[in-house]
């Protein structure tokens, strides 16, 4: 993911606290609703919330 955002053209630290800011989003739902990480629900919900 940072290598994606690096690629578009966005500073090293930009794309690190994009980086940060996803995984914050994951770590607050998974706290949330008391569940372990689960790759298949972040890449499901990556692919509703790009269309």
């Known amino acids: 993911m940072f290598q994606k955002h690096r690629k578009q053209g966005r500073g090293t630290s930009e794309s690190f606290r994009m ?3 996803t995984w ?12 372990l990480y689960n790759p298949d629900i ?10």
């Open 42 to 51: 972040f890449l499901d919900s990556g692919a509703r919330n790009a269309a």
């Open 24 to 35: 914050l989003r994951i770590l607050f739902a998974m706290w949330k609703r008391k569940t």
């Open 19 to 21: 980086v940060a800011n």
